[in-house]
């Protein structure tokens, strides 16, 4: 029997062997499909990452884009914001200039609207005084006498202009004559000569 049992616990380890190997196989083989099922599942996660990094990519490309072209705008923006300030800056300018020449038409209307009041009041006086026939002869009187006073104003004026100034037509001034000097001219006939 030794033979025997050496056999059969030869047996029995070679079937616990190949019995611990089926059951590590079997182990193995459903680790390997679990392996197989989350490499599938890593792989699609890989192709959808791959599919979402591309979408970002073309959505990075596509923000660049419009960061260049804002930047554009941005920079059209800023020349445009330098001629509009050039702008208001003018009309700020033209509206000053505007408001000092309302302020001073506004002092010449104040101006003349007194004038205008004080030329109604005094066109109303004259009404009143011309409207008395005493009245219009004292005026025509003041008018005479004004155009008298204008008239020889004139006259003074226009002879002032025509005098030569000289001896004022007097034959002494200041106790000098003011003609000139009488020179004396004495001829005396020749004297023949003898020797013809």
């Given amino acids: 029997m030794g033979k025997g049992r050496i056999k059969n616990i030869l047996l029995v380890f070679l079937l616990t062997i190949a019995i611990f190997s089926i059951f590590r196989y079997v182990v193995i083989f459903r680790e390997k499909l679990e392996l197989v099922g989350e490499l599938a599942e890593v792989k699609k996660e890989i192709i959808t990452l791959q599919g979402e990094k591309q ?7 596509k923000e660049k884009k419009e960061g260049k072209e804002l930047s554009q705008k941005v920079a059209g923006l800023k020349g445009n914001l330098g001629a509009a300030q050039a702008r208001i800056a003018r009309l700020f300018a033209e509206y000053n200039q505007t408001e000092k020449k309302l302020e001073d038409l506004g002092a ?5 609207k ?11 006086n004259i009404k009143a005084k011309l409207s008395s026939s005493t ?9 005479k006498e004004q155009a008298f006073k204008v008239t020889k104003q004139i006259i003074h004026k226009a002879d002032e202009d025509k ?3 000289g001896n004022n037509g007097y034959l002494l001034k200041d106790g000098k004559p003011t003609y000139p000097a009488k020179i004396k001219v004495e001829i005396t006939p020749a004297t023949p000569d003898k020797n013809d």
């Fill in 108 to 112: 010449r209307f104040s101006l003349l």
């Fill in 135 to 143: 009245g219009l002869k004292q005026a025509m009187r003041q008018l």
């Fill in 163 to 165: 005098l030569i100034e």
């Fill in 55 to 61: 979408k970002l990519i073309q959505d990075i490309e």
């Fill in 114 to 124: 007194s004038e205008n009041d004080a030329l109604v009041e005094e066109n109303k």
